[in-house]
């Protein structure tokens, strides 16, 4: 029983028909209709006319956004614990050509705008050190913690006094969305967000995900750079129906509430050892290695965050049976 | 009726099926099962112990070889026409940091092995001229050409006595090998190759290639590069699935024999305008406008390669109707 | 006798005493006076504002330029016999992380605005071929010869036009203008070049050239460039000095005529080998290996071009007998 | 009078006597004698076979080592107040393309081999997170405090025991080694250093650091990186000469000496506001704003570390006026 992360769950079945029902003949990368069709929806769903990309991973998403958004010479201001600096293998770096990553402390992976302001006048000016050029927060965070649109607002404003383009990693995207009960414009563009990389992958998807700009004239250059990093697929309708098939019916809603149910469960199960609240569909718990141990040895499997520390993750996909399966586990060790 | 590249076709059934069949969480990245078959399935194929990555497009795939072989203040020796050149917006050059293309000259986008000697003897020495540290062929070239076994070990020869490493773009590797009518590993490694981009999308599957490299040792780092282009999908193992079904009892290379029967039958349609053999899935052909928009007129679509001169590709799936059709198209012209 | 190049010729007294004259501690950087006096030196020189830097060598001041004109996924048009093209071991791609050099042909070294306009037109569109962004001569060229006003013009229009930015490599500037005859101005900014790497160092400097940006806007983050890429040397005001001492009294033009006149008696005595005017201070002849060899005999260094092609170059500080020596060593082959 | 940095000083006058007196032809780039002579040099001067290069600045020195021992997906473990990581404007990242520097803790700006090893344990392995490929130390410290030869050493041993390339900045050096009175090799390869940067110019150099390879076979493309980087002067020996005529009759431990010894005057008269020892040029202290604008009001100039605490820096040229007034008017704060 999986849980040690989202990222590997099964393709809801929605998608794979999808897949399967754009199996003819098209044009090519992003020339096909459902391709296409991809800026109107998200601009439906956002309410503002947006540009939307497809892109086959949150990596990819995220370092293209960053791109966009800070030159060579520039830094990205982001939370110590952010997944740009952690778990991408430099990736940002890349393909920002070098930027530099100023970490941020804070709870729960969060930033708030007092914190971002306090780097920034601690950040000297000049030539020597790289100066910031982009915020980036992550929304659900890595703590599975969830930005309100007021807090996103602070920010945005802190960003926009200082020239800051502000991207928004929502590889849990949805998960935050459910929590928050809010419009996904409330919590983006509204609240100061230049581009979204938007998930789908850990949400039912197979391998997309979607860049969404706001600032549409931040997304100048951005089909270079995916074509020229190898993502610009030859077949690329097959990712645009991925996006689609979440978005038809409230898919992606869906499931993403069905994780964060099955998360909340869990934390209530975990009880004096969450040191994180649960606000999607991650649970953070103290735990000793036997306790782990004892787990593990009934089959689940989950990550070992830190020191005496443990993570579970639900997925969309995850039967009933196994989340309370776990929980009863939990609860009585 | 598109006859314009064999980029969008469609799926082979045995794909998504077998995608369909990988539908249940497993290890994320390349832990499952199915990806960590690739090594010893392409092991198999190519008859030696090789190293093989899946990766989702031709660019990223030719990319992160060229990023294994060499360094960003060295050079890459390759045809003019080739794809890596003028089709991929500088994905060589974001891979490799700056390496530099050196043009060499070739009827039918095919490097002679006395044109490579020369164009090495012409490169100066010293750290003023880029020093060239790789050879990259494409095979089926860009002109639908093919390269004999002796042909490539010829290159393999003069790239290994100048310390080049060699690597061929395979994105019609199997059109290739069922004019050749050898094993796979007669006009790779055993000729010479370092590392093959081995296609699979344009002959069947949905979003991938395989990279294949036979020095072992040039493999260091590829899985961090690939990492950090935002290449490692989390769900890789639909990745793995295409490759392995297409394998399965030689679907590719039934595909392949396809489209290459369809470009014969077209070839012969245009008899005197040929002006490129027909060794693969694509057919070269001149042909005033008139000509090229009476066909359009009639339905058919392609590409205006050169000013008088049109290409055609028949891809694995393209009906025998379409094809009989439009060569009797051309025939009447 | 050394007419190999013009590039390791002695440093001009005027140089060496005004490096002397600044030897008391100073602000860091270019924080002194002369770093700061360096916009206003070179707004009065080419008669309009423009925004100045020292750098220590011309394949520094290229790269920075063209960075400053193409993004990473662009490409810069130039002639195949360009410095940055041959010479500089990669450099543009380097600074501007990964764009690609389009090379052009022409007589001399030089690019027509006819050929200029072919190629734009002869480059496809999209994202797969990587667009033009910049333009890049050189004058005096690679081979010695000089762009007029006009020719600069024409080609600046053409690339204004196409919305490219315009670069002049000047490593030989005040050679091309000796012959000119014309403003600085002339040949620049009012021909359309938007930033010129004005050369010191062949012409009587130690280390140094200067940035000249005409298109201010476009000098944005060259200052971060500069240090980033370890070019902003903390005893700046030695660099500084040394373009000062040079445009004192004219030392630059008249050490750039003298080398000039020198090369023209070498080209007279050329006679019929020369396959190029002699326009700068450069000489391209045709001379078998047993006159080559015969000429070295006599202590005579110059380069081998190319098969029976020889280039003589005449350095500022050639004394008058070396000169006439060596023209009379080939008049009488 | 100017206690802000060490790095605008003036010029040692048998610096500048030693650039006058190569002021004639030679040969180009590092072709000359004096450029050739470094590798002996330095050999001499470390007791072992090392390849050395000019370069005309510290970053450039650094970057350029980092590159020879970092690939762009790995990363570099510093120290959090490293030059490399806050002074460079991302030089770093720009000549690895990409890597990540992983910051440590430590008192004085310096890590002790516990503080490696604990954050080598910390990094999780696997392609996720960029791994570490090289350590590098400051030596004098940005604090002005010294390692010692066996806490290099054991550094060293970390660093060898993980595979890690080791890297010295040197930017004062000689200012460590007149503290330490050990001899060169003691504290760089015999402690396991592969790359030192070795400053001269803020300590009597113009324009000029050595890169000095004790492990060679880490210098490979190290001269194609300068050159692509724009470094390869093309009159080197004018570089050469400045740092064998520092070397020269011991003149560089001579200035070393007479800036540290005015460091420790002043470290005497700041007596309880010292929060760092003092072991070469540099002094750090606390001290209330109004005692720091009594100070400037006087004529002194020197930097505001952080709030509350400011930096003395000593030169080698200093006056003994000016530092014994120094003392005095910190002695009456």
């Known amino acids: 029983m999986r849980f040690f992360s989202d990222n590997a769950a099964s393709v809801h079945p929605s998608v794979l028909a999808a897949m399967a029902a754009c199996n003819s003949v098209d044009t090519a990368y992003d020339g096909d209709a459902l391709s296409k069709s991809l800026d109107g929806v998200m601009s439906d769903l956002f309410e503002t006319e947006v540009t939307a990309l497809w892109v086959t991973t949150g990596t990819a998403a995220n370092s293209l956004a960053l791109a966009s958004l800070c030159p060579p010479y520039g830094s990205i201001l982001c939370h110590r614990d952010a997944h740009i600096q952690n778990d991408e293998c430099g990736a940002p770096e890349f393909y920002t050509h070098g930027a530099k990553l100023a970490l941020i402390e804070g709870d729960g992976a969060k930033i708030t705008s007092e914190a971002l302001a306090d780097k920034l006048t601690a950040t000297p000016g000049g030539v020597h050190w790289a100066q910031p050029h ?15 649109p007021a ?11 200082h020239g800051l383009g502000f991207h928004m990693d929502g590889a849990r995207f949805a998960n935050a969305l459910v929590t928050l009960g809010c419009a996904p414009a409330d919590v983006t563009w509204r609240a100061g967000v230049d581009v979204l990389s ?7 998807g197979l391998s997309t995900e979607c860049l969404v700009y706001f600032d549409r004239e931040k997304a100048k250059g951005v089909a270079e750079r995916r074509k020229r990093a190898g993502h ?26 069905a994780a964060n149910e099955g998360a909340k469960k869990l934390g209530a199960a975990c009880g004096h050892r969450l040191f994180q609240p649960v ?10 290695p036997d306790d782990a141990a004892k787990l593990r040895a009934q089959g689940f499997d ?32």
């Open 134 to 148: 982009a915020l980036s927060i992550t929304n659900a965070t890595e703590y599975g913690r969830v930005y309100t």
């Open 151 to 161: 807090e996103v607002g602070a920010l945005g404003e802190v960003a926009k006094a």
């Open 279 to 288: 606000e999607a569909n991650e649970v953070f718990a103290r735990m000793t």
């Open 198 to 204: 938007f998930g789908f992958t850990k949400n039912g």
């Open 232 to 257: 610009l697929l030859s077949k690329g309708r097959y990712l645009a129906a991925q996006v689609i098939a979440l978005l038809q019916d409230d898919v992606w809603l869906t499931n993403a509430r």
């Open 302 to 333: 989950f990550y070992d965050w830190a020191d005496g520390e443990v993570r579970f993750v639900v997925s969309w996909d995850q039967p009933a049976a196994e989340i309370d399966a776990f929980a009863a586990a939990i609860a009585v060790l």
